[in-house]
């Protein structure tokens, strides 16, 4: 802002620029190049050059001087022939205000306008990608970070993310600046699975794979955690997609798997239809869930996650996370049932026999 005195001429020049900065943010690319946007503005400082003639104090009568300048470089751009060029253009200009004494002028105005535009870019843009980021299943206020990492003006930069619902994860967010803007945008985010602590001893290079705010198929924060991990999700009946790290030009695979199919052959307790639904929806996102299963006549809580590669459900302890193998257990189950049956047939035929001798 121009300290000293009311100046109404450069309200009135801040107030447009607002309205440009505004008008950039939402339409990067088209701005640029945008001669009606050209003749608007031309409009607008000609009338406002009209407007304030009379009457100056001395800050408006600076910014009439910086107006002038302005008013020469848009008859430029919205006319660009060789005599506008020579008359008018940046090495014309320039002269004209180092001869008039202007030039200090027209920096101080230019530099008040663009600290306002600066602002008002940072803030919209930090609203921007903070909404993108949300979207794409960060949860975590970054904003913080966000906002300074922005202020620093590079053209691209990248903020490292720890999401406390995926702790076996890593994530790092990648921006970088809109061609021929000062804008950023949500770029890409990089996803790694941690290493388990029983690989300490004998480490291996950490795998990351990206994942694209453009590409036609997106995936969510979550979605992608599931994904490194060697885990399936399912976003079409019964297609699910797989993380391929053979193939790096196509490293999304599908694979067909009838879950519900899958659900009805282990010995769950009964559950409700809203429970029921939770708990496909659940495995679908690549979750896992815990159920109670029916084990030998007794309820026991176990953790269930998909396995669309094999055509089955694993199952794994609660206690030990140790996968547990349901045919053995099952068989078990019906080894103990024979053997009930066998005593059950022994005893029927003792009393049948004792009978006999009776008569």
Same mark, same amino acid.
């Given at each position: ?84 060029? !020579?008359? #008018? /253009? %940046? ?5 004209? &205000? ?5 030039? *200090? =002028?027209?920096? +101080? $105005? ?116 599931? !994904?490194? #991990? /060697? %885990? ?5 009946? &019964? ?5 391929? *790290? =053979?193939?790096? +030009? $196509? ?109």
């Amino acid at each position: 802002m121009i300290p000293g005195p009311e100046n109404r001429l450069m309200d009135a020049i801040l107030l447009y620029a607002e309205q440009e900065v505004h008008y950039r943010i939402n339409n990067p690319v088209g701005s640029r190049n945008d001669r009606q946007a050209s003749e608007l503005k031309k409009q607008y400082y000609t009338d406002l050059q009209k407007h304030f003639s009379r009457k100056l104090n001395k800050p408006e009568k600076a910014t009439r001087r910086f107006l002038k300048n302005e008013l020469r470089k848009l008859l430029v751009q919205t006319n660009p022939n060789l005599i506008n060029i !020579l008359l #008018n /253009g %940046r090495i014309s200009r320039w002269l004209r &205000n180092f001869i008039t004494g202007n030039r *200090r =002028t027209v920096n +101080l $105005h230019q530099n008040a306008i663009r600290h306002l535009q600066n602002q008002i870019g940072q803030e919209r843009n930090l609203a921007h990608l903070t909404h993108a980021i949300k979207q794409a299943g960060f949860r975590q206020d970054i904003s913080t970070v966000l906002k300074k990492m922005i202020a620093q003006g590079l053209n691209s930069f990248h903020i490292r993310y720890h999401d406390i619902r995926h702790p076996d994860t890593d994530y790092v967010l990648h921006f970088n600046k809109i061609q021929g803007t000062d804008s950023y945008q949500f770029e890409r985010f990089d996803v790694a699975a941690r290493p388990k602590s029983t690989t300490a001893l004998h480490p291996q290079p950490v795998s990351w794979q990206s994942f694209s705010q453009a590409a036609e198929i997106q995936f969510s924060a979550s979605e992608a955690a599931h !994904l490194v #991990n /060697g %885990r399936h999700i399912c976003r079409n009946g &019964n297609e699910w997609l797989m993380l391929d *790290r =053979t193939d790096t +030009l $196509h490293p999304i695979k599908t694979q067909t798997f009838n879950l519900e199919n899958a659900l009805k052959k282990l010995p769950m307790k009964e559950m409700n239809k809203t429970e029921y639904s939770n708990l496909v929806k659940t495995l679908k996102a690549g979750g896992s869930k815990e159920v109670t299963l029916n084990i030998n006549g007794t309820e026991e809580k176990y953790r269930i996650q998909p396995a669309p590669g094999l055509q089955a459900i694993h199952v794994f302890d609660i206690n030990n996370n140790r996968q547990v193998d349901m045919k053995k257990i099952t068989s078990k189950q019906y080894e103990k049932v024979a053997k009930i049956v066998e005593r059950s047939r022994d005893v029927v035929e003792m009393e049948f026999g004792k009978k006999n001798k009776m008569r």
